[in-house]
Nanobody
Framework: VQLQASGGGLVQAGGSLRLSCAAS????????MGWYRQAPGKQRELVGL???????TYADSVKGRFTVSRDDAKNTLYLQMNSLKPEDTGRYYC?????????WGQGTVVTVSS
């Protein structure tokens, strides 16, 4: 499975961005997909994920502001980020959990200015 993330950029606090993660390869093996992020000097943390039954899970810090969605027809995962805060700054990675293991994209950088 190959994952290509895009959509990052510089945005002011309170603004919005939508990240995309296009999947290719062994798509049928994907069970769940999601997003992690890593801020400078910090550990990678879960942002949100989409499970096999359409359920979603979010970190407390982004609940009510971020939305994870999947378009299976386009093999693409999205992360809609609203009401962005400076603490949302970091590199955002998409991942895919499959029967063969977990695959990661290269990440896309989000910078939120105050």
């Amino acid at each position: 499975v190959q994952l290509q993330a895009s959509g990052g950029g510089l945005v002011q606090a309170g603004g919005s961005l939508r990240l995309s993660c296009a999947a290719s390869g062994s798509i049928v093996s994907i069970n769940n997909m999601g997003w992690y992020r890593q801020a400078p000097g910090k550990q990678r943390e879960l942002v949100g994920l989409s499970g096999t039954n359409g359920s979603t899970t979010y970190a407390d810090s982004v609940k009510g502001r971020f939305t994870v969605s999947r378009d299976d027809a386009k093999n693409t995962l999205y992360l809609q980020m609203n009401s962005l805060k400076p603490e949302d700054t970091g590199r955002y990675y998409c991942y895919a959990g499959t029967r063969y293991g977990t695959y990661w994209g290269q990440g896309t950088v989000v910078t939120v200015s105050s």
